[in-house]
């Protein structure tokens, strides 16, 4: 069974830093290109970040560009966000998931508050 528990939320103010992890189990992480992706109160579903297997091609959205980074430990099973220069915009709870199948399995999600 995939599971997918994310953590590391909280609230920050503007311009402040937050970096989230995600634990993955139930399949071999190492093999599966892996994204972020948020949802914002009424708002649908958005891709924030995707990583290949091996960590070495990496996407970002447009608004989160030059501020999120997206890192991953395949020995720890561990996929991470590094988020930068946090913007109210940025308020969501974000989760991780496979490529794959990111519409319909995100696992448990992890919520980011920007307000100062």
């Known amino acids: 069974e995939v599971q997918l528990q994310a953590s590391g939320g909280g609230l920050v103010q503007p311009g402040g830093s937050l970096r989230l992890s995600c634990e993955a189990s139930?399949?071999?992480?190492?093999?599966?290109?892996m994204t972020w992706v948020r949802q914002a109160p009424g708002k649908e579903l958005e891709r924030v970040s995707t990583i290949s297997s091996g960590g070495g091609i990496t996407t970002y959205a447009d608004p989160v560009k030059g501020r999120f980074t997206i890192s991953r430990d395949n020995a720890k099973n561990t996929l991470y966000l590094q988020m930068n220069n946090l913007k109210p915009d940025d308020t969501a709870v974000y989760y991780c998931?496979?490529?794959?199948?990111?519409?319909?399995?995100r696992g448990q999600g992890t919520l980011v508050t920007v307000s100062s």
């Open positions: 998931a496979k490529i794959t199948d990111w519409k319909s399995n």
């Open positions: 139930g399949f071999t992480f190492s093999r599966v290109t």
